[in-house]
C-alpha cells in the first residue's frame, strides 16, 4: 500500500512517530477519521493503511472497517469487500464486519451474498433500523435482478459433491428458514466442545480420539450449511480449514496407537473436507493450485479415491486421470451422477468428434441434467454438423429447465435455481437460434429465439444474443434501425466485442447522414484499438475511410493490412484504393482527420504483436 497510495497529503500524516506503535496506530486512526469526515476518503485510506502496520488486533478491526468505507466511498468496491473480509476474520462477531461486507457486495452487484450478510448483521443486532433498511434494499434487488451471473453453477464440481453430501433433509430445512438455527446449534456444540478440550490436559483416550473425529465432523456439517445453504463461503473455508486441523492434530496425537478403525474414519472425513475445500477454493477463489495440493493430499492418503481423482483431472485437465477415477468409480459401484458428471469433464477435455460419445454418455446416466443435453447438443453441431440431433438436444434441455407439471402441490424449489436456470436456458435459446438460422435456415425461428434467450435475463450471454439478432436484422435489408439498437446493446454489454463494433461501423457508413459517418468512422477506429492485430479491423477501417474518401489514410491502413496478411493484396476493395491517385484540393485545406489515431492504432498492434496478441474470439 505504501507504492499505491503514496500521495501528497495537506498536512503531515502524524506528528507523534516517536509515541509507542498503539499511540502512533491511534493518531494515524484520528487523522484518517478527519480525513474521512472531510470527504478527503484517499488520504484517510492511506492513514489507515499506515496505521494497520502498527496496530494490534484491538484496533485492526475498526481500521479494516474504515479502509472498507473509503474504498467503497471511491467506488472500489472489490478493494473495499477485500477490507471487509479481514474484518470480520479479525471480529467475527462484530455488526460492523458484516453491515461493510454487505454494502461492497451491493456495490458489485452480488445482492444475494449481500442478503445474506445483512441478514446475519440483524441477528447481531436485532431491531437496527438502518441494517433492516439495507436488507430490504438488497432484497428488492435481489428480486427485480435477472442478470446476475450464475455461471460457476455450471461446473461438474457441483454435481460431484452437493447433491451427494448434503442431505435432502438439509436442504428442507434450508428452503423453510430453519437453516440459521441449525448454524447456531452446531456452533453453540463447538463452543462447548472447545472449552472441554481447554479443561483435559490429560492425553486423548480412544473415546477422546472419537471426540475429535466428531469435533471434524461438526466443522464439516457446519461449513457445508454455510457453503451452500448461506452463501457465507468466508465462513465455511474456515470451518473446513478447522476440521482438518482437529484431525491433522489427532493423527500426530496418536501416531501408531491409532486403530485402523479410528484411522479409517479419521481419512474418510479428511478427504470429504478436502474435496469439499478444494471446490470451494477453485469456483470462489480462482485458487486452483491451493485446490490441486488439497486433491493431491486426499488422494495420496487414499489411491482409490475416484471422487478426488475426477476433480483434479478436470482441475488439471488431465483425461488420463479423471478416466482412472471413472474406472474406479465403476468398480466400486459409484452413483450414476458422478461417473455422469466424469464422463461430461472427459468431453469437455477431449477435442473433435472423440467427445460425442463421452457427452452421449454423461446425458445417458443422468437425464435430468439439462448441462449436459446442451453441451451435447452443441458439439453435435460444431462438431458433426448434425442439425436434427443438436435440435433434439436443445429442445430437450428446455424441456428440463421448465417447471415440471408433476412436482407435488406446495413442493418448493432449491434457492439460487431460478437465476441457474435462467442462465442455462438463455444459453439453450441462443445456440438454438444459431442453429436456426445457419443450419435450417429459418430466419423467423432465430429471431424469436434470440429474443427468448433475451428474456430470460442473463448477462453472461446478453450480448452475443444482441449481437446475433443485430446480424439477422441487418441482412434483412429493412431492419438496420433496429439492428443498430442491438449491435448497441450489445456493446454494452461487451464493450470489447470488435465483431459488434465492426457491423456497426459498416451499417453506419452506409448512412447518408454526415453524424453517422462520422461515427462509423470512430467505430471503426475504437475496434482498431482493442484489436491491433486482428485484419478484419483493419480492412472495415480502410473500407470506411475510403468510403469517405480519406485516400491517403486508407491507402496507409491497407499498407498496413497487407503488411499483416500478404492475401489481403487480392482483395478488390484493397487493389482499387492502393491503386488511386490522391489530389489535394484546389484550396489546400486538406485536414488529415484520423493521422493521429492511426498512429496510435499502429503503435498499438506493434505492442500487442512483440507480446503474442491474437485475435478476438468473437470475429467471424
Not at 485458487?287 to 493431491?296: G, I
Not at 445456440?431 to 453472461?460: K, W
Not at 454494452?492 to 463494433?501: F, L, S
Request: aromatic share 6%; glycine share 6%.
Amino acid at each position: 500500500y505504501r507504492l499505491r497510495y503514496s500521495v501528497s497529503l495537506n498536512r503531515p500524516l502524524c506528528t507523534a512517530m516517536t509515541k509507542t506503535d498503539t499511540d502512533v496506530s491511534t493518531a494515524l486512526q484520528q487523522q484518517g477519521n478527519a480525513y474521512f469526515g472531510e470527504g478527503k476518503y484517499k488520504e484517510a485510506s492511506v492513514c489507515y493503511t499506515y496505521a494497520l502496520q502498527q496496530a494490534n488486533s484491538e484496533i485492526a478491526a475498526a481500521l479494516y472497517s474504515n479502509r472498507s468505507a473509503c474504498f467503497l466511498m471511491m467506488g472500489q468496491f472489490a478493494e473495499s469487500l477485500k477490507d471487509a473480509d479481514q474484518c470480520i476474520l479479525v471480529k467475527p462477531k462484530w455488526v460492523k464486519s458484516h453491515y461493510r461486507r454487505g454494502m461492497a457486495l451491493m456495490g458489485l452487484g452480488k445482492h444475494e451474498a449481500a442478503v445474506t450478510s445483512f441478514e446475519f448483521a440483524c441477528r447481531l443486532d436485532s431491531g437496527n433500523k438502518e441494517l433492516e433498511t439495507r436488507l430490504a434494499e438488497a432484497k428488492a434487488k435481489l428480486k427485480d435482478d435477472k442478470n446476475e451471473d450464475k455461471a460457476k453453477n455450471l461446473s461438474p464440481w457441483v454435481a460431484l459433491l452437493h447433491d451427494k453430501v448434503v442431505p435432502a433433509a438439509e436442504k428442507a430445512a434450508a428452503w423453510e428458514g430453519n437453516i440459521l438455527l441449525e448454524v447456531q446449534s452446531l456452533e453453540e456444540q463447538l463452543a462447548n466442545s472447545s472449552d472441554d478440550d481447554d479443561n483435559n490436559n490429560q492425553t486423548p483416550s480412544s473415546s477422546s480420539s472419537r471426540s475429535v473425529t466428531e469435533t471434524a465432523s461438526l466443522y464439516y456439517r457446519l461449513a457445508m450449511l454455510k457453503e451452500y445453504h448461506l452463501n457465507d463461503w468466508l465462513g465455511a473455508e474456515k470451518d473446513y480449514v478447522s476440521a482438518l486441523a482437529t484431525l491433522q492434530q489427532q493423527q500426530e496425537e496418536e501416531d501408531k496407537t491409532e486403530t485402523e478403525e479410528t484411522k479409517e474414519k479419521r481419512l474418510s472425513i479428511a478427504a470429504a473436507c478436502g474435496i469439499s475445500l478444494a471446490s470451494l477454493l477453485e469456483r470462489h477463489r480462482g485458487d486452483n493450485e491451493a485446490a490441486k495440493c488439497h486433491l493431491q493430499t486426499v488422494i495420496d492418503n487414499n489411491k482409490q479415491d475416484y471422487r478426488a481423482k475426477i476433480l483434479l483431472g478436470d482441475l488439471t485437465q488431465d483425461a488420463s486421470l479423471v478416466r482412472s477415477g471413472v474406472s474406479l468409480c465403476t468398480e466400486q459401484g459409484g452413483s450414476d451422477s458422478i461417473a455422469a458428471a466424469a464422463n461430461f469433464s472427459l468431453g469437455r477435455l477431449t477435442d473433435d468428434e472423440e467427445a460425442i460419445p463421452y457427452l452421449e454418455k454423461a446425458v445417458d446416466l443422468d437425464k435430468n441434467q439439462p448441462l449436459y443435453s446442451l453441451t451435447l447438443g452443441y458439439a453435435l453441431w460444431t462438431k458433426n454438423k448434425d442439425k436434427e440431433r443438436a435440435k433434439e438436444c436443445f429442445t430437450t434441455a428446455l424441456s428440463q429447465l421448465s417447471p415440471s407439471a408433476d412436482n407435488k402441490e406446495g413442493e418448493k424449489e432449491e434457492p439460487n435455481n431460478n437465476h441457474h436456470n435462467n442462465t442455462l436456458k438463455a444459453e439453450c435459446w441462443l445456440h438454438l437460434g444459431v442453429l436456426y438460422s445457419e443450419g435450417f435456415n429459418d430466419m423467423g425461428c432465430a429471431e424469436s429465439a434470440f429474443r427468448s434467450s433475451l428474456q430470460c435475463g442473463s448477462s453472461s450471454t446478453a450480448g452475443t444474443a444482441y449481437f446475433q439478432l443485430g446480424c439477422l436484422l441487418d441482412r434483412k435489408g429493412d431492419a438496420s434501425s433496429e439492428a443498430e439498437q442491438n449491435y448497441r446493446k450489445a456493446l454494452v454489454q461487451q464493450p470489447t466485442m470488435t465483431a459488434a463494433r465492426l457491423n456497426l461501423a459498416h451499417l453506419l457508413a452506409k448512412s447518408q447522414c454526415d453524424d453517422d459517418k462520422t461515427q462509423a468512422l470512430k467505430e471503426a477506429m475504437q475496434a482498431v484499438k482493442y484489436e491491433p492485430t486482428n485484419p478484419k479491423g483493419w480492412l472495415t477501417f480502410g473500407t470506411v475511410l475510403a468510403g469517405q474518401d480519406k485516400v491517403v489514410e486508407a491507402q496507409r491502413v491497407f499498407q498496413k493490412l497487407i503488411g499483416m496478411e500478404d492475401a489481403y493484396a487480392k482483395h478488390p476493395l484493397v487493389q482499387s484504393v492502393l491503386a488511386m491517385q490522391f489530389t489535394p484540393p484546389e484550396d489546400g485545406n486538406y485536414e488529415d482527420d484520423g493521422k493521429d489515431d492511426l498512429e496510435e492504432a499502429e503503435e498499438r498492434a506493434t505492442a500487442e504483436k512483440a507480446a503474442g496478441g491474437g485475435c478476438c474470439h468473437h470475429c467471424h
